[in-house]
């Protein structure tokens, strides 16, 4: 199996080089990732200028590459850049869950759907910072877990997010609401300060990643998909000759 391992936090974060340590035990490793962190990029690609990619030693036995760009552009230089082939792209461990509404903003998941959208399973693997450390010892469940239920035969795409202290027990999960928002202090020099405040509350719905990861301590799995389109509504409308 040829592996692609991206993140949000740049290629220097720690949290990457347990995972590609990992990823080395299941087959051949590539790591492409941000020169410098460029966690809530989300999706965004640059489309008119040159970026910097430049081969670095990060890993004996791993080609890496330390990338002047967002994750999403990491997966997109590989693929259709370097015309490299993967059987999946990891992105992660993210220092920080990636749940509810939040992952609209994740370079870490944007890398996954950029993967799909390119027809490359993905999964994106986050936790909390309390966590950070020891999250690439979940690694061994979670592919267990995928492999055990066939997942990417269903689905190409996954978000999962490992809570405080890990866990053996896995829910597969749909999108919860708000966790996370900002307030901004206002600094001088018409400058403004965004400052991150906890806006969770539990809704006892144990199918919310949220309330999965921050209340049931469980590991969440949730498939994603590319489509946006509202299709309950869409045929209902349709429903109306609209």
């Known amino acids: 199996m040829r592996i692609l391992i991206t993140n949000d936090d740049g290629i220097y974060a720690s949290g990457i080089l347990p995972l590609v340590k990992w990823a080395q035990t299941k087959g051949e490793v590539v790591v492409m990732a941000p020169k410098v962190e460029q966690s809530a990029k989300s999706h965004g690609i640059e489309i008119h200028k040159a970026f910097e990619a430049k081969q670095i030693d990060l890993i004996p036995g791993v080609t890496a590459w330390a990338v002047d760009s967002t994750p999403a552009d990491c997966v997109r230089l590989a693929i259709l850049g370097m015309h490299m082939e993967f059987d999946l792209v990891i992105s992660g461990i993210n220092r920080g869950l ?21 027809g490359v399973n993905a999964m994106a693997v986050s936790t909390s910072p309390a966590y950070y450390e020891g999250a690439a010892a979940e690694m061994d469940k979670i592919w267990d877990y995928f492999e055990t239920h066939n997942l990417f035969a269903k689905n190409p795409m996954y978000n999962v997010n490992i809570p405080t202290g890990g866990s053996n027990a896995f ?3 749909r999108q919860g609401g708000n966790y996370y928002s900002d307030q901004f202090r206002v600094e001088e020099n018409d400058l403004f300060t965004p400052c991150g405040i906890d806006v969770f509350t539990a809704c006892a719905d144990s ?24 299709l309950a509504l869409y045929r209902a409308l349709k429903n109306e000759n609209l």
């Open 98 to 118: 990636n749940i509810g509404r939040d992952i609209m903003y994740s370079g870490t998941v944007s890398a996954v759907f950029e993967a799909g959208n390119l």
């Open 171 to 173: 829910r597969v999960t």
């Open 207 to 230: 199918g919310f990643d949220t309330d999965a990861v921050l209340v049931d301590k469980v590991i969440s799995v949730m498939p994603l998909t590319l489509d946006r389109t509202d």
